[in-house]
């Protein structure tokens, strides 16, 4: 079993940063390991469906943003670590939400069923 556990959330002011973390212990029944899974961030915001933020490929070569964060967020990863991250910027009031990592075992879209993994979340506040 993978757990992921995400770290960093808090309450900051509009324009400030933050740094969020997604650390991974265990491996999958299968034997596959975190390096092996392209990770994903997700938030969701008070009264709204929990909605994609930043992808990123299993070797950190490739990723992707959702228009509402690209150019603000950066998501990274460290493989020896087994930690993938999210670099916040220029925060807005709309980024208020709780944050997930995700590992994703299935190609296809950003829906649930293709993540085998989800931390716990983290609570980011953003204060205007």
């Known amino acids: 079993q993978v757990q992921l556990v995400e770290s960093g959330g808090g309450l900051v002011q509009a324009g400030g940063s933050l740094r969020l973390s997604c650390e991974a212990s265990g491996r999958a029944a299968s034997g596959r390991t975190f390096s092996s899974y392209p990770m994903d961030w997700f938030r969701q915001a008070p009264g709204k469906e929990r909605e994609f933020v930043a992808h990123?490929?299993?070797?950190?070569?490739?990723?992707s943003y959702a228009d509402s964060v690209k150019g603000r967020f950066i998501i990274s990863r460290d493989n020896a670590k087994n930690t993938v991250y999210l670099q916040m910027n220029s925060l807005k009031a709309e980024d208020t939400a709780v944050y997930y990592c995700?590992?994703?075992?299935?190609?296809?879209?950003?829906?649930?069923?293709?993540?085998?993994?989800w931390g716990q979340g983290t609570q980011v506040t953003v204060s205007s």
């Open positions: 995700a590992a994703k075992a299935r190609p296809g879209g950003a829906i649930p069923s293709n993540y085998d993994y």
């Open positions: 990123i490929s299993f070797g950190g070569g490739s990723t």
